[in-house]
């Protein structure tokens, strides 16, 4: 049986061994379910960087720039880090290059897996099912939040965990700890998640639709990930 681990931060994945492994990158508040909602919304590709610079260069070649940082969009970006954008196809046809705080620091930080998935709870489960098709032991990487824990997360890892059950088996404590808490509130994520430091950041910037979205569960059939190029692109 293939194996499923966790890691809850970008600043802890050196402790763990990415060669051969499937990585589902998960940062649930806001960049990975914002690449999500842009893919199943026609934008054709997304190009992720760390480092705001490098995204805003991509300008010049015809993509739209997203960026944001805390929270909010960043100065002389086109574009934030918010689904809702892209939910009435506004941008369809168009390529997107993405910096956010957390979420594209994570994908930098997985490029030696062997591939890549974007994670959000609007396409849970056509992300295990697909899962499930190939045959490689999982770690499922958590944004966090500037290198901490948090909930939000760790929810999305625990309901992708426990769909995988049958096909993986837990690979470290981690799992399990997870599972735990998605089996104790997952029928209650919204009201749970009220407690989630970084929900009440992002409700400090009026943004509870953009949060409504996040939590949305499996609205889409898509599955996302980086090709060969390092392009984030639908399967």
């Known amino acids: 049986m293939k194996s499923i681990e966790v890691c809850f931060s970008p600043e802890l994945i050196h402790l763990h061994e990415l060669e051969d492994k499937l990585v589902v990158v998960v940062d649930i508040f806001r960049a990975t379910s ?3 909602a842009a893919l199943a919304h026609g934008v054709t590709e997304i ?3 760390a480092d705001l610079e490098s995204c805003r260069a991509m ?9 944001e940082r805390n ?36 994908i930098e930080k997985s490029k030696a897996a062997a591939e890549i998935l974007i994670g959000a709870f609007p396409n849970l489960k056509a992300t295990a099912t ?25 929810l999305y890892a625990g309901a992708l ?25 997952g029928t209650n994520l919204a009201d749970f998640l009220t407690q989630a ?4 950041r992002l409700q400090n910037h009026g943004i ?13 059939s898509q599955v996302m990930g980086l090709d060969q190029e390092g392009r984030i692109v639908l399967y």
């Open 34 to 36: 914002t690449m999500v």
């Open 47 to 49: 190009i992720p960087f």
């Open 59 to 67: 300008q010049v070649q015809g993509y739209l720039i997203a960026g």
């Open 71 to 106: 929270g909010l969009t960043a100065p002389g970006f086109e574009l934030g880090n918010s689904p809702i954008a892209f939910l009435e196809g506004n941008y369809a046809g168009n390529k997107l290059a993405m910096t956010t705080t957390n979420g594209t620091l994570a």
């Open 130 to 154: 697909y899962i499930q098709s190939q045959h490689l032991d999982v770690l499922i990487h958590c944004a966090g939040w500037k290198g901490r824990f948090n909930l939000e997360d760790s």
């Open 161 to 185: 965990a426990k769909l995988l059950e049958h096909s993986h088996q837990s690979a470290d404590d981690g799992i399990v700890a997870i599972k735990t808490l998605y089996a104790a509130h």
């Open 197 to 200: 430091s970084h929900a009440k």
């Open 208 to 220: 509870e639709k953009d949060i409504e979205f996040c939590l949305s569960v499996d609205v889409y």
